[in-house]
């Protein structure tokens, strides 16, 4: 007999009576839907220039707010422990993110985040949904579902990114200065770094399931999906790209050798993962693309010039008599430098959400900051930036130690829970999520949160954290 609410009817009474595998097959829709929508609704800036990059945030709100009914759903169906260390690492980070948004410089910036960037508490707030509703799947196949769409979103990028390498258009990303074509790729994610993080995790995705699945279409999908990630990485001369695909090869390799000891032969799969970096290589070598002839990075024209000042003007210019930013390393080293030093004096409640670049701004320029628009002041303030390409860094700096502590904490829950679930059960699933999920700490130490990889990651953090029934792998694979 189905339960009822005092009068009311059974319809109106769905949540009462949804089931694990129901409720199960409802989240994986969220949470696969959460996959494209920063993506989709970064569709509509490039194509009508007028409209600003905060629309954005639009498809963050889309899929937060789904998952947010999905997680109250969860909590009140009772599928999570509140036993939990990281659950409760996410409210104390959500309940600090408040105390710094009333210290910040701009409440209206703490919580919706600067323009552009989206990442204020409401973004954070929607991750603790994406990770509450992950950690409530109860089933095995709606984790395959979230996986395969991961690896789609990826392709969907990789196709943009395509695109933008060949033939310059739909990107912001064209040129490293005024003078050098490089065609850099961002994808739909906005920024070549921000690809190449989402892609990291895509990769890793791709090659596990390549290295492990009995299922032969499934293998398939994952290998071209691994070729086009790892093509379109090399395209976003950056750090992050080269080292997302070495990090991805080495967790895959050892998902295939040590843990699962795979057939030897599936280990090939890894060469999907090497051989287009390569060529990508060789092609920008040819002098193909743009008017280089020869590979080098170029993160700090990318993620200081192109982006933070030419396209958001979230930052000022940056000085060559104070820093040379075709130095990858020196770029790099200079950020983190000055973010250790505002968190030394901003350490308990940090700057704000998204207002690292606050406290750097020494000038005016002569307009009037009471109706001047802020993005025009600091773009007038030279050296200024508004990222540091740590996460550490990045949430001790904007949101406090206290922010840091939590984040670690968390981080440090999950990977535990991993662990003990890798050495229970080391299915297809819990393996490359796991994989994923390490891919992401590390990745965190030259990255920074944003609204297109984060969704992603918590969302695998929080699988790592569900209990899933095992009754239901035999609906995973199909004996190739």
Not at 254 to 276: E, M, N, Q, V, W
Not at 282 to 299: E, H, P, Q, T
Request: glycine share 8%; aromatic share 12%.
């Amino acid at each position: 007999m189905s339960k009822q609410l005092f009068n009311s009817s059974e319809k109106s009474n769905f949540i009462l009576n949804m089931t694990e595998e129901k409720y199960s097959q409802l989240a994986s829709y969220g949470l696969s839907l959460m996959c494209f929508t920063t993506a989709v609704f970064a569709v509509i800036p490039e194509f009508i220039d007028k409209l600003s990059y905060s629309i954005v945030s639009g498809g963050l709100a889309v899929s937060g707010v789904i998952c947010m009914i999905l997680a109250l759903i969860g909590i009140m169906k009772k599928y999570i422990d509140f036993r939990n260390l990281s659950l409760w690492g996410f409210v104390f980070m959500i309940i600090w993110g408040i105390i710094s948004l009333i210290n910040s410089y701009s409440v209206s910036v703490s919580f919706y985040g600067f323009s552009g960037r989206g990442e204020g508490l409401l973004a954070i707030i929607f991750y603790a949904g994406f990770f509450i509703t992950a950690m409530s799947v109860r089933h095995e196949k709606a984790v395959n579902i979230i996986i395969n769409s991961i690896i789609a979103s990826g392709l969907l990028h990789s196709i943009v990114g395509l695109v933008q390498v060949f033939t310059g258009k739909l990107s912001h990303y064209q040129y490293a200065s005024i003078t050098t074509k490089i065609n850099a790729s961002s994808g739909l994610a906005q920024s070549p770094v921000f690809l190449a993080m989402v892609l990291s995790l895509v990769l890793t995705a791709s090659l596990v399931t390549a290295v492990l699945t009995d299922n032969k279409k499934r293998r398939i999908f994952s290998i071209i999906s691994a070729c086009l990630c790892s093509f379109v990485m090399m395209f976003t001369y950056s750090l992050m790209g080269i080292t997302g695909i070495i990090t991805a090869l080495l967790l895959s390799a050892g998902a295939g050798i040590f843990i699962k000891k795979t057939p030897k032969i599936r280990l090939l799969a890894l060469f999907s993962g090497i051989l287009p970096a390569i060529i990508a290589v060789i092609i920008v070598n040819a002098g193909i693309i743009g008017n280089i002839s020869s590979y080098r990075l170029y993160d700090g024209h990318t993620i200081w010039w192109a982006d933070s000042y030419m396209r958001l003007s979230a930052s000022g210019n940056c000085s060559p008599d104070n820093l040379n930013l075709s130095d990858t390393v020196e770029v790099y080293k200079y950020l983190n430098n000055k973010t250790v030093d505002i968190i030394k004096k901003y350490s308990l409640t940090g700057t704000g959400e998204d207002q690292l670049v606050y406290p750097q701004l020494y000038t005016n320029g002569g307009l009037d900051p009471e109706t001047a628009d802020i993005s025009d002041i600091i773009a007038l303030n030279i050296n200024t930036f508004d990222k540091v390409y740590n996460e550490y860094l990045y949430t001790a700096g904007t949101r406090g130690i206290p922010s840091l502590i939590a984040l670690v904490l968390i981080l440090c829950s999950v990977l535990t829970a991993g662990l003990r679930k890798m050495k229970k059960s080391p299915s297809e699933n819990t393996v490359c999520t796991f994989m994923m999920f390490v891919c992401g700490i590390i990745i965190f130490f030259i990255g920074c949160s944003n609204i297109t990889f984060s969704p992603v990651f918590w969302t695998v953090s929080g699988l790592l954290m569900s209990s899933c029934s095992e009754k239901s792998n035999l609906l995973l694979t199909k004996k190739a």
